[in-house]
């Protein structure tokens, strides 16, 4: 079991920037890839950034590839989101979540917090 807390969300302009906090309780933070994903109203769930267990490997939306920067510290059981150049459409509530890789291929991502709303303003 892994318990999931998301922080750093909040009102910003068009043009700034704002770092999420995911921190992990429970079981080893180390075994598993995170990822972050974000809803916005009316649409449904969606994919954001994923890193592997280790930090080595990241892995981004094109909507969001060259602003966004996931990052992990395993020593703080804490993964990041950094968010640069934020528009209005990345208005929406982020979610972390945390996935082992399963047989043939992909992750499943058992866990996940209760989510940080973010809005940007034109």
């Known amino acids: 079991q892994v318990q999931l807390v998301e922080s750093g969300g909040g009102l910003v302009q068009a043009g700034d920037s704002l770092r999420l906090s995911c921190a992990a309780s429970?079981?080893?933070?180390?075994?598993?890839?995170m990822g972050w994903f974000r809803q916005a109203p009316g649409k449904e769930r969606e994919f954001v950034a994923r890193i592997s267990w280790s930090g080595a490997n990241s892995y981004y939306a094109e909507a969001v590839k060259g602003r966004f920067t996931i990052s992990r510290d395993n020593a703080k059981n804490t993964v990041y989101l950094q968010m640069n150049s934020l528009k209005p459409e990345d208005t929406a509530v982020y979610y972390c979540a945390a996935a082992l890789p399963i047989p043939g291929g992909g992750y499943l991502y058992n866990y996940w917090g209760q989510g940080t709303q973010v809005t940007v303003s034109s």
């Open positions: 429970g079981d080893t933070f180390s075994s598993y890839s």
